[in-house]
Nanobody, 125 residues
Framework: QVQLAESGGGLVQAGGSLRLSCVAS????????IGWFRKAPGKEREFVAA????????LYADSVKGRFTISRDNAKNTVYLQMNSLKPEDTAVYYC??????????????????WGQGTQVTVSS
C-alpha cells in the first residue's frame, strides 16, 4: 500500500512559477515510477510528466516541455514538479500517482496503481 500527498498548489499570475511536491509513504520508494497528471474543469484528466526510480529520461507532455521539470529525492520519498512560465491553461487540479515495480515511465493513467488527492493550481491572466 502506498499513500501519496501532494502540496504546493496555489494561485499565481501568468508567467509565474510554482513547485509541487508529492510525498510517498507506506512502503519503500524504490522501483516506483511517479507521474503527475492534471484535470481542468470540463476536461478529462491528462498526463503531465513522469519520472522513474533512477530519474533518467523523464517523460513530459508536449504542452509542458521546456516549462516544467520533474525530479525526485529518493532519500525523502519525494517527487517535485517545478512549473515555470505558467499559463492560464495550466489551471487544474494536479495529481501525483505511483506505478510500482517498474524501471520505465508511462503516460497512461491505467499504468498507475495509487493516486493522491490532488492540489489546486490556478493561474490568473
Amino acid at each position: 500500500q502506498v499513500q501519496l500527498a501532494e502540496s504546493g498548489g496555489g494561485l499565481v499570475q501568468a508567467g509565474g512559477s510554482l513547485r509541487l511536491s508529492c510525498v510517498a509513504s507506506g512502503r519503500a520508494f524504490g522501483l516506483t515510477t511517479i507521474g503527475w497528471f492534471r484535470k481542468a474543469p470540463g476536461k478529462e484528466r491528462e498526463f503531465v510528466a513522469a519520472i522513474s526510480w533512477g530519474g533518467s529520461s523523464p517523460l513530459y507532455a508536449d504542452s509542458v516541455k521546456g516549462r516544467f521539470t520533474i525530479s525526485r529525492d529518493n532519500a525523502k520519498n519525494t517527487v517535485y514538479l517545478q512549473m515555470n512560465s505558467l499559463k492560464p491553461e495550466d489551471t487544474a487540479v494536479y495529481y501525483c500517482a505511483a506505478e510500482l515495480g517498474t524501471y520505465t515511465t508511462s503516460s497512461s493513467q491505467l499504468s498507475y496503481d495509487y493516486w493522491g488527492q490532488g492540489t489546486q493550481v490556478t493561474v490568473s491572466s
